[in-house]
């Protein structure tokens, strides 16, 4: 059988294997990525596109329940102000109740805890990179103002809306309570048991006093449960952010695996093309140019 | 009775026999790198012995002439594979464009649509902060211009196709007309006994170009070969040839008219002008109307999340997105410049409430079955294993290629080596046939000189 003569498409198309595979290798070397375009590896491209929407959620995530926690903190620490200030009061009205204290001395507490309920105000208006705490949703406007016609001389101009904040796919954290809620509840008002003190004080008379400091020390108690809350959310946005900081890495070292090149093995390509490539090279170089024609002596 | 005359009239014969055979090789060697040259053998024949008187003499030889050497059936086999190559190189090519809008590298849909996703959430902890309601604004904005850029994309990767239907209609109606005129010389050469092996190799070569153009299915009569397109329409009938023509269709693509007026575009297979239509007519309108299927439904879902909610001016939630035709969804898709976002469910400047049924639209499933991201990711590797198949079944074809025409060159191609031999091998024989001539010339003057003293 007659053999076929012309080498060259044959040598053209190990060349052009050869240069392909260096390419690529030489394009997985450079640019660190196995995947560079879809059809690299299809089933890669696929997911890289699911990888690629969580890695910038998780981020984002991980931001908010920073900046979520530092909220819920505030208003935490807002709320043991809150405590100490009503302990406070309740330790003076107790004084005060003590039927041998002068009417001056009992009046001069009565400023005090005047005082007090001044301060548990200014926690109520607590405010977080300019938005109130305590005022529900209605967070641009200051909660407690003054209002003389309001029996506790005070009044609310929050809502009792909640906000909740998304820090997982499917996990929202609420992250406040309305002041209406923690301080101007219709059952136990913390503002009003304390105004109640304060008339009682400014009264005199012994068992109003005492009616109105078990009236605070009913707040106190309905305080310290509401903070629960607040305790209870920065569990939570703690053991979610370290769940997050672990599906960060998760994410990272999916997306390695997905599109990554093992550096070392890349090399190892690398040069193994080099190496066929250059043969490749010497063979045509070889083959292509002997014929008969070397060999045959010219006719003189 | 033989004599020296006949001698000599051998010796000529046999020189102009190896004089012939010499230019078949030397032609062979000329053409030894000429693109569809076939080589040429040179036919020798032995003249018929005669009897005269008893006497028998040998004839000599002649030169009938030179045969080229072809395979028609391997010619055929490479028509094939070359119009199957032809169509994925096509495809290939153009798929290879597509896929770069669909690579994650920032200005595309999966980027846009994390930036999107990413935005709502942190719109979920600062719901009212007017910057992150324009970053968030901003993404949404990017998002319906990675949709318009991935369907510009992919019609001018279509429109490139259509331009590519024309040239290739003309070209393959240049070919035809050239096959034509070459098989009628062919007919003329080979009615009067000659071979036409160079006619024919320009035929072959021609063929071979337009089943490159378009799939083909050749058959032979005695009028001549026939060549069709794969679903018969006549291109070339033995020296008459058939032109396609190309009108603009209702679809405004141009679409391919044979001779006899059908539209033959949808049964066009093969070769470049089959890859373009597959292209245009199919893999391209299937990526778009999944686009644009995602963004209609995605833009639906999240104007309908819009209006649950209020702004934080407190007015009601209006549609972010504005799709101005749900068939170019994709392409259409824009945000109006007096969008705002509706983070509010109750009204209040401070309430993030509505922010959770936006970023919903994200993770819950659309119409489809899917949710954004997984439509969008399963179009992604459609149009990925698209292209590797493109690119896979060209390297397939071309290894089946290659190994026919290396047996079409085992048949026709041109042997220096074996050329040398028969350079060798005709010069010795030519010079045997001239030293039969001289020796003739010695005896002739031998015999003239008998009975003579002087010599000459």
């Known amino acids: ?300 | 009775m033989g004599g020296l005359s006949t001698s000599l009239l051998i010796g000529v014969q046999a020189l102009e026999a190896n004089q012939g055979a010499l230019n078949a090789t030397s032609n062979n060697i000329a053409n030894a790198d000429t693109p569809g040259y076939t080589r040429e053998v040179a036919q020798f024949t032995e003249t018929p012995e005669s009897e005269v008187n008893g006497e028998v003499l040998g004839g000599g030889v002649s030169l009938t002439g030179v045969q080229s050497v072809r395979d028609e059936l391997l010619n055929m086999q490479i028509d094939q594979q070359t119009s199957a190559q032809s169509s994925v190189d096509t495809q290939s090519t153009s798929l290879q464009q597509v896929q770069t809008y669909f690579t994650t590298t920032g200005g595309d849909i999966a980027s846009a649509l994390s930036s999107f996703s990413s935005s709502l959430a942190e719109l979920s902890a600062n719901s009212s902060s007017t910057a992150v309601q324009q970053t968030a604004l901003a993404s949404g904005q990017n998002l319906a211009e990675a949709f318009n850029t991935a369907a510009t994309g992919l019609t001018t990767v279509q429109s490139a196709a259509d331009t590519q239907v024309t040239q290739t209609v003309a070209q393959i109606n240049t070919l035809t007309s050239q096959i034509a005129s070459l098989n009628g010389q062919l007919w003329q050469l080979q009615a009067s006994g000659q071979d036409g092996g160079t006619v024919q190799d320009q035929r072959d070569e021609d063929v071979q170009q337009l089943s490159q153009l378009t799939g083909i299915s050749i058959t032979q009569s005695s009028t001549g070969e026939t060549i069709t397109t794969a679903n018969g329409s006549p291109l070339v009938m033995g020296s008459q040839s058939f032109s396609l023509q190309t009108t603009t269709g209702s679809n405004g693509m141009q679409q391919v008219i044979d001779s006899s007026g059908n539209n033959i575009t949808s049964s066009i297979q093969g070769g470049q002008l089959g890859g373009a239509i597959q292209i245009r007519d199919q893999t391209i309108p299937s990526y778009l109307s999944q686009l644009n299927t995602l963004a209609s439904q995605f833009s639906t879902a999240f104007n309908a999340a819009q209006a649950q909610g209020y702004t934080s001016s407190g007015a009601q939630g209006g549609a972010l997105f504005t799709v101005s035709s749900a068939a170019n969804a994709a392409s259409t898709i824009s945000v109006s410049n007096s969008a705002q976002i509706a983070v509010s469910s109750d009204g209040s400047s401070g309430s993030n409430g509505n922010v959770a049924n936006l970023s919903a639209t994200l993770t819950n499933k659309l119409p489809s079955g899917q949710t954004a991201a997984d439509a969008y990711a399963s179009l992604v590797y459609q149009v990925g294993n698209d292209t590797s198949t493109a690119s896979s079944n060209s390297t397939a074809i071309g290894d089946n290629l290659l190994s026919l025409t290396n047996q079409q060159s085992a048949i026709s191609g041109v042997n220096i080596d074996e050329e040398t031999t028969n350079l060798i091998k005709f010069q010795t024989a030519y010079e045997a046939a001239a030293r039969i001539v001289s020796t003739v010339q010695a005896l002739g003057t031998v015999t003239l000189d008998m009975g003579t003293t002087q010599s000459y």
């Open chain 1, 1 to 300: 059988m007659r053999v076929n003569p012309n080498l060259v498409p044959d040598i053209l198309a190990g060349l052009q294997q050869s240069q392909t595979t260096l390419n690529q290798a030489l394009e997985q070397v450079s640019t660190g990525k196995s995947v560079n375009v879809p059809s690299d590896n299809p089933a890669a491209a696929s997911e890289i596109v699911q990888n690629t929407i969580e890695t910038a959620n998780v981020d984002q995530y991980t931001q908010n329940v920073t900046g979520v926690l530092s909220q819920v903190q505030a208003a935490s620490s807002a709320l043991s102000s809150v405590e100490s200030s009503l302990t406070q009061a309740i330790s003076l009205g107790t004084e005060g109740a003590n039927g041998t204290e002068s009417t001056a001395n009992q009046q001069s507490i009565a400023s005090q805890v005047q005082g007090i309920l001044n301060s548990v105000v200014t926690q109520a208006n607590t405010s977080y990179e300019g938005s109130y705490l305590f005022g529900g949703t209605a967070s641009s406007q200051q909660p407690y103002t003054a209002d003389s016609s309001s029996p506790t001389g005070y009044t609310y101009n929050g809502n009792s809306g909640q906000n909740s904040v998304a820090v997982g796919d499917s996990t929202n954290v609420q992250v406040n309570l309305p002041g209406s809620q923690i301080f101007s509840n219709s059952t136990t008002n913390v503002l009003g048991s304390l105004s109640a003190l304060v008339t009682a004080l400014q009264g005199g008379n012994s068992s109003a006093i005492g009616t109105a400091v078990s009236g605070v020390t009913t707040a106190l108690n309905y305080v310290s449960q509401q903070s629960i809350f607040y305790a209870n959310a920065d569990s939570q946005l703690n053991s979610q952010e370290t769940y997050l900081q672990q599906e960060t890495v998760n994410l990272s070292s999916q997306q390695t695996s997905l599109v990554g090149v093992n550096m070392a093995q890349a090399a190892i390509n690398l040069s193994q093309a080099q190496t066929d490539n250059s043969a490749a090279l010497a063979a045509a170089a070889k083959v292509l140019p002997d014929t008969l024609l070397n060999y045959l002596v010219a006719p003189s």
